[in-house]
């Protein structure tokens, strides 16, 4: 008979090590920065002075004048000992830096190791579970009810994430809208303030550019209503944008006066701000039902592996 214990008690030990191991990764992969940082800063600290030295040496006015005066000598090793201080310096932490560098390849080497022994360890429980519904009798009935949970729970969670998605996409266009008529309406202003014709033009121009967000905006909003409707199990509202079909009359002909012209626009502009806080409302509501069903199904899962790992 298989030892389904043994095996799973084994991976335990090593999902242990890899977790432990990421950790530390981590970790070492800080300290080597911060010690390359460092080690970086002493050679240049160590150059700089061993270019002291070596400017003594040379025929220099430092080097002269130091000669001249006689503290050729007395400067020199000065020089030197600063030299060697900065080299030493340098030298430890390069040797710290090396040390980081082969902790990081052990780690790694571990990691490699234990790579896959998560999935595995995943792979024998559904094994067990597998068997504990064929000979377990009494045990299949609860591994059936629980599974039979999270698929509900998975469903859910699938609805819940395509109709988060659609309302993305829903409050992507409306901004897109929005900006295209706060534009439009600036241009406006300056229209009933007397702009010319470069200024109808810009105002026109935005507008040609709203009209085609509001087109994709309208088929967002086809797409977000129908996944909507799919989650109406989990208390989202009736989803209803107000007046939203009237946004559309503010493409009109020049026939309207300017001063029509620019109230249609910040009307529209506030029908579109209405429809993107009523879109965030229902994102907010999905958002909150969406972590409760993960949540629910994390510990349906949890409940599932420990009945099977205990049976």
Known sequence: MRDYEKELGALRERIARLRQNRVRREALYAQEAEVQ????????????????VDDLDRLTFSAIWANLSGRKAEKLEKEE????????KYEAAARQLSEIREEIERCEAELREDEGCEER??????????????????????????????????????????????????????????GSLNSAGNWGT?????????????????????????????????????????????????????????VLDVFFDNVFSDWMVLDRINSAASQIEALRHQVEGLQATLADDLEQTRGEAEAVRRELDELVENA
């Not at 050679?43 to 002075?49: A, P």
């Open 121 to 178: 360890f995943c792979q024998v429980l559904r094994e067990k579970q597998e068997d504990l519904k064929a000979n377990n009798a009494a045990a299949a009935e609860k591994i059936r009810a629980l599974e039979e949970r999270l698929t509900e729970l998975a469903g859910s969670r699938r609805e819940l994430e395509e109709a988060v998605s659609a309302g993305e996409t829903v409050l992507r266009q409306t901004e897109a809208v929005y």
């Open 37 to 52: 940082a460092e080690a970086e800063r002493l050679c240049r600290t160590w150059n700089k002075e061993q270019k002291d």
């Open 190 to 246: 300056w229209d009933v303030l007397g702009g010319g014709l470069l200024t109808d033009m810009m105002k026109y121009s935005r507008l040609d550019d709203a009209q085609r967000g509001m087109e994709q905006l309208q088929s967002a909003l086809r797409r977000y209503r129908a996944e909507l409707a799919d989650v109406t199990a989990l208390h989202i509202g009736e989803f209803r944008p107000e007046g939203f079909s009237m």
């Open 81 to 88: 000992a600063e030299a060697f201080a900065a080299r030493m």
